[in-house]
């Protein structure tokens, strides 16, 4: 049940571990896509070439060893082009590095008061709107020098400024920018088996030495890096300037490059747990100790005369693909830039600067992901996004945030103030009231004046189609509800489901203001609430309810005293045979129309994907067909996460074993083999009918379709009553009964089962697939994980921090 490294890493070296050999192949193929990026960076921001190098090595180093995400790369902080040009141009380059020391300090600072985690608390659609923006306003700059020119101070006066550009072309800026960017674009795409040999080399690389190569052997005239001698290097001073403009740019800088460092993070945690098998996996993110790793690396970069710093996801993403498995690999990717710093600068000056400008335009058009703007529309956080991308265009990074943050407020408040409050009278007399949205104190005004068009001897439905009531708008129902009730008439209050939440009569509000109790009529829009069966044992059936859908309609009739004399209540229609009254169809049809009303808006996209793309499962997941088990609620899946086999028991039939049902074989065939799916998790759960029933069983009994299909789980009976096998645990405890501990054992029998099966065992010895073991204790609502020790189990339970791991 363990995993070995993939196919698809480097293969160990002769005299090297193999971790070492991963690591090393990796900080290669890092190293050759952050050496070009850094230096269009520093391009891009007006700095000194080499502060873009500076800043990559500190990234790499100071970063990588002392932050707390192992395999992020930093560096340059692209999302910080914008605002360190601003800098330079404002206060110049030396103040510009005292403030990135000061920006350091201010992140250590916050990783010390464990702030990490509230950094990531800013709505994605401004982060995504403020990087989409700084890629608008580097891709506008950049442009001006693949045209052969020189950008303007800010990103409208690059526009004001392209026709007189556009009248002006520099011939061979132009060719060398377009080969750049055909390179930069087909490289990726080179058919064949040479392409895949070729295709090794990072694109952004191909790219540039493409367009030097052609350049400099067709003897074009063109502006080239060139790094001055590092005995000339810059470095900090004493910021000069207003205090609060430094302020200001300090805030800037320690706030966009943490979360950009954090969200980079983040990224690249969820992109090592889709493409690593536990062994290779490393420690998840430390997001403060990442900060404070951050912080000491911004420090180190300014002052030796460096760029402000920050993760990358795009450096992060090639690390992890190119088999990195620690720290080291970032670490020697710092080191290989301080040599290129110091060896290679004759090839460096060869460079093109119109072939760097043209590979951080693409950059900065890749900051505008239609993934991101797609998320943001389906989110319905397209004005926040698109708000947030023109105010960092127009007036900088921290406007643009404030703007976008602003933006997000307006919106939140509108969406909680805007409730549609209508009144229809329906042919049967009744008037239905229908309150869409959130019931805030906003919105009272509006409900007042449609409750008082209800007559008081009327019959009322009162439909509540959202989330969340405050307290001013409860009392203002509840009082309507008091007065309507003691003026004859009658009321019920429904959720979006249609499923009855309160309903009171006449008599009873009496009798219970005459006890002085207070009635707890109220309940809230339960997205469970349809599920619940609360009138089987707590009130009555409506039985005047001709969709029979009606679960309950008074949930405190245990709590009347005896004395207390039954209230009045209507008289019931003709109870229906049992099994006739179609309310099983009902509830199926009432569900469904609210799935079509309220859920299949949200997932529409998700699934038309699906659709076209096929099912992709990570995981097989077998588990008993008791209705209490919802697998979507208890493991927070959606559409495609899990391809999911259920049976009486969640047995696992041995190859070979006597059986009318190959079905469970089948569906671990096609999952493992078709499916490619990464782990199998059998999930058992408390009280389960079929442990009971093997429990109970006795020789001689009539052989049913359900006696012959619980043969399987005969070794699970004989596994409880061995010596040779411990008892399982739950939590550190024993079983509560005996029907928990065969629970229990099933489970690890069925993994048992799983290992003989001829497709699991060949994944098994490959390293590729995984076995869990889990258990639901329906009582409790936990979920337990099982983790193997030997012979015993110990069962780790999941609680609102984490869950234990899993070993094999």
């Known amino acids: 049940m363990t995993a070995t490294p993939s196919p698809t890493s480097p293969p160990p070296t002769k005299g090297l571990p193999a971790g070492l050999q991963a690591d ?114 580097i891709a506008l700059a950049q442009l001006h020098i693949v045209l052969g020119g020189t950008p303007q101070s800010s990103a409208l006066a690059n526009v004001r400024g392209l026709p007189d550009q556009l009248a002006d072309l520099h011939p061979a800026a132009l060719g060398v920018s377009v080969l750049t960017l055909a390179v930069l674009l087909c ?42 001698s590092w005995r000339s290097h810059a470095l900090p ?83 992890v693909k190119a088999g990195a498995v620690s720290r080291r690999s970032v670490m020697l990717h710092g080191l290989w830039i301080l040599l290129a710093a110091g060896l290679l600068v004759p090839a460096l000056d060869l460079i093109p600067l119109a072939a760097l400008a043209a590979l951080v335009m693409a950059v900065g058009i890749q900051m505008v992901s239609a993934t991101h703007l797609r998320t943001v529309t389906r989110h319905g956080e397209i004005l926040v996004y698109a708000t947030t991308i023109v105010a960092v265009v127009l007036g900088g990074v921290l ?31 009744v008037h239905r009231v229908w309150a869409r ?35 001013a708008a409860y009392e203002t129902l509840q009082d309507w509800q008091d007065s309507h009730l003691a003026h004859g008439g009658s009321l019920e209050v429904t959720g979006r489901s249609g499923a009855r939440i309160a309903e009171a009569e006449q008599a009873q509000r009496a009798e219970s203001a005459q006890r002085g109790t207070q009635r707890g009529d109220h309940q809230c829009c339960r997205p469970w609430t349809p599920w619940q069966n609360h ?6 059936v409506d039985r005047t309810d001709p969709t029979g859908l009606t679960d309950l309609t008074d949930l405190t009739a245990d709590d009347e005293s005896p004395a207390a004399p039954p209230a009045p209540t209507p008289a019931p229609a003709p109870t229906p045979p049992a099994g ?80 009318t049902d190959d079905s469970v074989a089948a569906a671990i065939e096609y999952a493992v083999d ?23 069983s006795a020789p001689g009994m009539p052989m049913t379709p359900l006696r012959r299909w619980l043969r399987h789980g005969l070794p699970s009976l004989e596994r409880m009553g061995s010596r040779h096998h411990a008892w399982a645990r739950i939590s550190g405890r024993l079983p509560a009964d005996a029907v928990e501990q065969l629970c229990l054992t099933n489970v690890v029998q069925q993994l048992e089962h799983l290992k003989a099966h001829e497709s699991v065992a060949r994944r098994l010895a490959e390293g590729t697939l995984e076995l869990h073991g889990m258990y639901f204790h329906v009582g409790e609502a936990q979920a337990y994980l099982l983790s193997e020790g030997q012979d015993f189990f110990d069962c780790r339970v999941f609680d609102t921090v984490g869950a234990g791991s899993v070993r094999g």
């Open 237 to 319: 001073e004493l910021p000069e300037g207003p205090v609060l403009g430094i302020i200001a740019a300090v805030l800037t800088i320690t706030l966009v490059g943490s979360v950009e460092s954090l969200l980079s993070a983040v990224a690249t945690d969820k992109l090592i747990a889709t493409r690593r098998g536990t062994q290779r996996r490393p420690a998840r993110a430390d997001l403060n100790r990442e900060l404070r790793g951050q912080g000491a690396a911004n420090i180190v970069s300014g002052a030796l005369g460096g760029l402000p710093v920050a993760g990358g996801a795009v450096r992060s993403m090639a690390n």
């Open 187 to 228: 490289w990726p795409r080179l058919p064949g088996r040479t392409g895949r040999h070729l295709r090794k080399v990072p694109a952004a690389l191909a790219a540039v030495a493409v367009a030097t190569a052609c350049a400099a052997l067709a003897g074009l005239t063109l502006p080239r890096v060139d790094l001055p």
């Open 437 to 471: 949205g959130q019931l805030t104190f906003l919105a009272v005004p509006r409900l007042s004046r449609v409750l008082s068009q209800i007559p008081h001897h009327g019959h009322a439905v009162i439909e509540l189609d959202g989330s969340f009531m405050d307290h």
């Open 535 to 540: 009138c089987d044992h707590r009130g009555t």
């Open 580 to 659: 006739s009254r179609g309310r099983g169809a009902g509830q199926l049809a009432n569900g469904i129309s609210a799935f079509q009303r309220d859920t299949a808006p949200h997932v529409r996209e998700e699934l038309a994907r699906l659709a076209r793309e096929g099912q992709r499962p990570s995981q097989l997941f077998l588990t008993c067909a008791d209705s209490r088990l919802v697998t979507s609620m208890i493991t927070a899946s959606g559409p495609g996460d899990l391809f999911t086999v259920r049976n009486v028991g969640n047995l696992v039939p041995l190859p070979g074993a006597e059986s």
């Open 24 to 137: 090393l192949s990796a900080s290669v193929a890092v190293f050759l896509i952050s050496l070009p990026l850094s230096l269009g960076i520093a391009l891009a921001t007006g700095a000194p070439l080499q502060a873009g190098l500076v800043a990559a090595a500190a990234g790499g180093i100071v970063a990588a060893r002392l932050g707390g995400t192992p395999l992020q790369v930093s560096g340059p902080a692209t999302g910080l082009t914008v605002v360190t040009a601003e800098l330079i141009q404002h206060y110049g380059w030396r103040t510009t590095c005292a403030i990135t020391v000061l920006a350091g300090l201010c992140q250590l600072g916050l990783a010390a008061l464990r702030t990490a985690r509230s950094a990531l608390m800013v709505s994605p659609a401004i982060v995504h709107g403020m990087l989409a923006g700084v890629g608008v306003t």
């Open 399 to 429: 406007e643009g945030v404030a703007v976008g943050i602003a933006m997000a407020v307006a919106l939140a408040l509108h969406r909680l103030a805007r409730t549609r409050i209508t009144v229809e009278q329906l042919d049967s007399g």
């Open 674 to 696: 078709v499916l490619q799916v990464d782990s199998i998790t059998v999930c058992g759960h408390s009280g389960c009918g079929a442990m009971q029933a093997l429990l109970n």
